[in-house]
């Protein structure tokens, strides 16, 4: 008997870095991909929601229809760029792992993955994936990601930088992860903060060979 091909499973890791609005954006668009989407939120990330989306949310319980239906309150077309709204199967495909859970598929090689994406990333998340010195789930998600040669994109939002962070950054890219500052450019037709957003956001997703059509493209119509 021939085993059914499984989803694309993307673990997307939300950590302490200013960028919130990135992250939820990458989720909201990740799950119209009909892709199984692994969430995990560190209590740092879960403070950067709270003081930059207004979003109370609980690590131990995060409420994912709330991070789904989130649209920002600066004028823009966000929820007109929405492919729809989100729905009872865009929430199943959302899986949500605490932090400190060490017990979960995630944490394992053997549970297989396409890729990771630390969004935003945090200096100290950045350190420890950088030394292998993971003390909580994201950190060691992200060393099994590179242990195992998968994909694994780093997002960081932190400016300016320190040599530490700049040589942390360096080791992580020289394992052959993706290291994705969230620097926005500003050829796309730029009308407000949510094309910045997206420009960022579409980046990682082509990183994720997802299609999207959140940006203008570069010679195209």
Same mark, same amino acid.
């Given at each position: 008997?021939?085993?059914?091909?499984?989803?694309?499973?993307?673990?997307?890791?939300?950590?302490?870095?200013?960028?919130?609005?990135?992250?939820?954006?990458?989720?909201?668009?990740?799950?119209?991909?009909?892709?199984?989407?692994? #969430?995990?939120?560190?209590? *740092?990330?879960?403070?950067?929601?709270?003081?930059?989306?207004?979003?109370?949310? +609980?690590?131990?319980?995060?409420? &994912?229809?709330?991070?789904?239906?989130?649209?920002?309150?600066?004028?823009?077309?966000?929820?007109?760029?929405?492919?729809?709204?989100?729905?009872? +199967?865009?929430?199943?495909? &959302?899986? @949500?792992?605490?932090?400190?859970?060490?017990?979960?598929?995630?944490?394992?090689?053997?549970?297989?993955?396409?890729?990771?994406? @630390?969004?935003?990333?945090?200096? *100290?998340?950045?350190?420890?994936?950088?030394?292998?010195?993971?003390? +909580?789930?994201?950190?060691?998600?992200?060393?099994?990601? #590179?242990?195992?040669?998968?994909?694994?994109?780093? &997002?960081?939002?932190?400016?300016?930088?320190? @040599?530490?962070? #700049?040589?942390?950054?360096?080791?992580?890219?020289?394992?052959?992860?993706?290291? #994705?500052?969230?620097?926005?450019?500003?050829?796309?037709?730029?009308?407000?903060?949510?094309?910045? @957003?997206?420009?960022?956001?579409?980046?990682?997703?082509?990183?994720? +060979?997802?299609?999207?059509?959140?940006?203008?493209?570069?010679?195209?119509?």
């Amino acid at each position: 008997m021939t085993a059914s091909k499984r989803p694309r499973r993307f673990v997307l890791a939300m950590t302490g870095a200013s960028g919130a609005p990135y992250a939820i954006r990458l989720l909201q668009t990740l799950v119209h991909s009909d892709a199984e989407i692994h #969430l995990a939120i560190s209590p *740092s990330g879960a403070a950067v929601l709270r003081q930059e989306c207004a979003l109370d949310i +609980n690590v131990a319980d995060p409420d &994912v229809q709330a991070l789904l239906d989130f649209r920002p309150t600066w004028p823009g077309q966000w929820s007109q760029q929405s492919e729809s709204a989100a729905t009872a +199967n865009d929430h199943a495909r &959302v899986i @949500v792992h605490r932090h400190d859970d060490f017990m979960t598929p995630i944490a394992s090689g053997s549970f297989q993955t396409d890729a990771m994406i @630390v969004c935003p990333c945090s200096g *100290s998340t950045l350190s420890a994936i950088a030394r292998s010195a993971a003390s +909580n789930l994201i950190q060691r998600a992200a060393e099994v990601h #590179l242990k195992e040669h998968r994909r694994l994109i780093i &997002v960081p939002r932190e400016t300016p930088m320190s @040599v530490i962070q #700049l040589e942390n950054m360096h080791r992580i890219a020289a394992t052959g992860a993706v290291v #994705l500052p969230a620097m926005p450019g500003w050829y796309h037709g730029v009308s407000g903060p949510d094309d910045l @957003v997206d420009f960022v956001v579409s980046r990682i997703l082509d990183q994720l +060979n997802v299609d999207n059509a959140l940006i203008g493209r570069w010679g195209e119509t």
